[in-house]
């Protein structure tokens, strides 16, 4: 368990909380079914997303915005995120861990898609900072347990 480095009212720890966990649910929210590059507004100016392993880490609000609106646009995804766990650090600091499961194809043209295995498992390792009295992600890191290849939809006869 994290130590508690200063002691905070139930009231506001149970904010903080809530806080942090609906940041984490309106990041898939956004990627999912709103516009990605929007997700960078939920990080502070010099926030930052990265994979732990291989390197890849965008920081800034521009970077993280132009980074994720360049996703493929006829991709299709749903990630489904569980076992939220925040502990909150002090009045202005937070960290979490979210295990998520990804399920994604390209090529989607708008018609159901049979069900198919995740294309990623794994957990978000979260910090979080109070900024002006709102909460927002300080950084994001993704470490995957199991991972393959985004599935490429074929084109249908009636496309």
């Known amino acids: 368990m994290g130590m508690i480095i200063e002691a905070l009212d139930p009231m506001d720890r149970l904010l903080a909380e809530r806080a942090c966990e609906r940041?984490?649910?309106?990041?898939?929210?956004?990627?999912?079914?709103?516009?990605?590059?929007?997700?960078?507004?939920?990080f502070t100016d010099v926030g930052f997303w990265e994979w732990a392993e291989g390197g890849r880490r965008i920081?800034?609000?521009?970077?993280?915005?132009?980074?994720?609106?360049?996703?493929?646009?006829?991709?299709?995804?749903?990630?489904?995120?569980?076992?939220?766990?925040?502990?909150?650090?002090?009045?202005?600091?937070?960290?979490?861990?979210?295990?998520?499961?990804?399920?994604r194809v390209d090529g989607y043209a708008g018609v159901f898609v049979p069900p198919r295995a995740p294309t990623q498992v794994g957990h978000y390792e979260d910090s979080f900072l109070k900024v002006e009295g709102r909460w927002l992600l300080s950084s994001r890191s993704l470490y995957l347990a199991f991972a393959g290849p985004t599935e490429?939809?074929?084109?249908?006869?009636?496309?």
């Open 59 to 103: 920081q800034g609000r521009d970077a993280l915005r132009s980074y994720f609106a360049g996703r493929p646009p006829d991709r299709l995804s749903r990630r489904i995120c569980t076992n939220i766990l925040v502990t909150v650090t002090s009045k202005a600091t937070a960290t979490a861990t979210t295990y998520f499961t990804t399920y």
């Open 152 to 159: 490429r939809l074929e084109a249908t006869a009636d496309e």
């Open 23 to 42: 940041l984490i649910v309106e990041f898939v929210h956004r990627l999912d079914l709103g516009h990605p590059g929007d997700v960078a507004d939920l």
